[in-house]
Nanobody, 121 residues
């Protein structure tokens, strides 16, 4: 069972930056084969896609609301994926979740517990 643990959330002023990390454990040597994604959910709203990165990092995908401001990256040697968030806005306030999609699956099978990001105006 893969375990994902997010960190790096916190309180930041609008226009500021944060970097989230997601460390995978119990993945053995398979982390590098996972597609990794970030999602977020604000109170009273549906969970939404933020970003995803292919298993080697050669392809990245972003939600329209974060494109140009957020950057996803990964370090397979450290079993970690990152989300660099710049030019943060109050509407970015949400719980951010990391997720992993194994190569044998067509969905995200593993989820972290989430980390809170709060952007003040």
């Amino acid at each position: 069972q893969v375990q994902l643990v997010e960190s790096g959330g916190g309180l930041v002023q609008a226009g500021g930056s944060l970097r989230l990390s997601c460390a995978a454990s119990n993945s053995g040597h398979t982390f590098s084969s996972y597609v990794m994604g970030w999602f977020r959910q604000a109170p009273g709203k549906e969970r939404e896609f933020v970003a995803a990165i292919s298993w080697r990092g050669g392809a990245t995908y972003y939600g329209d609301l974060v494109k140009g401001r957020f950057t996803i990256s990964r370090d397979n040697a450290k079993n970690t994926v990152y989300l660099q968030m710049n030019s943060l806005k109050p509407e970015d306030t949400a719980v951010y979740y990391c997720a992993a999609q194994p190569a044998t699956s067509n969905k995200y099978d593993y989820w972290g517990q989430g980390t809170q990001v709060t952007v003040s105006s």
